[in-house]
């Protein structure tokens, strides 16, 4: 018995139902062998419907082919097969999908970067370790270079008698050491008295010589005086003297012949009025000068807190044996900041030898009333002991 077609096939919405009497089908239909007319399976006209054709096929005549159950049932079940529609995939469901991979491929991409980091840390700290290590043992390679080795001391044992011993020995070599030093310190103490003493003989030594370091032939103890008749008069003050001051054998004022000692302290000179003067100087012989010094006291010992009645301006001249020529040997200045003691050199060339030397002062450092000079000295060489000499030195 053959089954009926599904309900409401014939209006179905495909276009064709495919024929299962078809060349394709009509393999698996045998032909009787009995039928020797040899008769194609009838197939449906082109009008027909499926349906029709199969119901159609129970009724056919006796001599067409046998169709089984179970090849019907085969039929029916391609048949609806054919008929249900082809699976759609929706379009919500493959953005889903795109979502679902995007997620998974960031998700990925974020795994592998901090992989990336891991190593890339990791490289970095190893390298800093072996940088580290490197630097620890550069350093204690010089360390163990540069540090002198440590001496290995014997570790002994020692028992009580010896560690007292010990004691006993060292405690005699510092009693030594202290003998010594207090031997040492006398002896450097006695070179330092020594020394002081020296030192201060020096100094006194110095202190007695004369610093010029020249022989002096303005010096009364050698022959040398003043010629009072070219030399200027002495300052009297009027105003400060007492009544007996006025006769001579009570004038405190120094004479001009002050200047040729070597006592040099403040008042102690000799005073002329106002600020030039002259005074002419007999040497003890005939001298061929060379420097004229002058020595005035510094501002720091003067009582009166300065020094502007010191000569500042001043002449040499060198004079002839008729006392009428006079030759300028030279124009100089004494400054009162500098050194109390001045040595100036002459202009006497060629060499002249004078009995008698002129100072002449042309101003002072501006007192109004008088200049005081104080010592003056004059070098050079003494034409007439040389004479001498070389007389007495004749008959040899």
Known sequence: MRRSPRPGSAASQHKHTPNFYSDNSNSSVSVTSGDSSGHRS???????????????????????????????????????????????????????????????????????????????????????????????????????????????????MLTLSEYQERVRSQGEQLQQLQAELVKLHKEVS???????????????????????????????????????????????????????????????????????????????????????????????????????????????VAHTRGANSAPRDFAVYGLQVDDETEVFLGKFTFDVEKSEIQTFHLQNEPPAAFPKVKIQILSNWGHPRFTCLYRVRAHGIRTSERAGDSATEGPH
């Open 190 to 300: 006695s070179v330092r008295a020594a020394n002081s003493e020296r030192v201060a003989k020096l100094v006194f030594q110095r202190l007695n010589e004369d610093f010029v370091q020249k022989p002096d032939y303005a010096l009364s103890s050698v022959g040398a005086s003043i010629d009072l008749e070219k030399t200027s008069h002495d300052y009297e003050d009027a105003n400060t003297a007492y009544f007996w001051n006025r006769f001579s054998f009570w004038n405190y004022a120094r004479p001009p012949t002050v200047i040729l000692e070597p006592d040099v302290f403040p008042g102690n000179c000799w005073a002329f009025e106002g600020d030039q003067g002259q005074v002419v100087i007999r040497l003890p012989g005939r001298v061929q000068l060379s420097d004229i010094t002058l020595q005035h006291p510094p501002p720091s």
């Open 42 to 156: 009838a197939r449906p006209g082109p009008g027909e419907p499926e349906g029709r054709r199969a119901r159609g096929s129970s009724c056919e005549p006796a001599g067409s082919p046998i169709v089984s159950e179970e090849q019907l049932d085969l039929l029916s079940t391609l048949e609806l097969r054919q008929e249900m529609p082809p699976p759609r995939v929706s379009k919500s469901f493959l953005s889903l999908l795109f979502q679902v991979l995007s997620v998974l491929l960031s998700l990925v991409g974020d795994v592998l970067v901090s992989v990336y980091r891991e190593v890339c840390s990791i490289r970095f700290l190893l390298t800093a370790v072996s940088l580290l290590s490197l630097f620890l043992a550069a350093l204690c390679w010089g360390l163990l270079y540069l540090a002198p080795p440590l001496e290995n001391e014997p570790k002994e």
